[in-house]
C-alpha cells in the first residue's frame, strides 16, 4: 500500500505548524538510489548501495551493474529521498 504525499499540521507552542513536501525552486531535488537486498551465505545483506542521483534511470542502471559482476543478487530497494518543509502558519 502506499501512503499518500501529503501535508501534516501540528499545533506546537500555540504556533501552527504544517510539514510538507518542499516544492519550492530552491527546495533540495529529489533523489534516488538502489540498494541491494541479497544475503549472502551468512544471512547478511550486500547491502551495496548506488549513488544518490537526480534521475531514477541512472540508480537503476547501478542495479544492472551490480547484478553483472554478482548474478546471484537479484533483490533491492529503491531509497528515494524527498525535501519537506516546516510552514508557520501566518508566514509568507
Ligand atoms: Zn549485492
Partial sequence: ????????????????????????????????AFRCLALGDDDTECGARSKSTTEPIDSQDWAFAHMRAHPEHTSYAEVIERPWVMWREGST
Avoid at 499545533?11 to 516544492?23: H, K, Y
Fill in 1 to 32: 500500500m502506499t501512503t499518500p504525499i501529503t501535508a501534516t499540521t501540528r499545533l506546537f507552542r500555540f504556533v501552527q505548524w504544517t510539514l510538507r513536501p518542499d516544492r519550492d525552486d530552491d527546495a533540495p531535488p529529489l533523489t534516488y
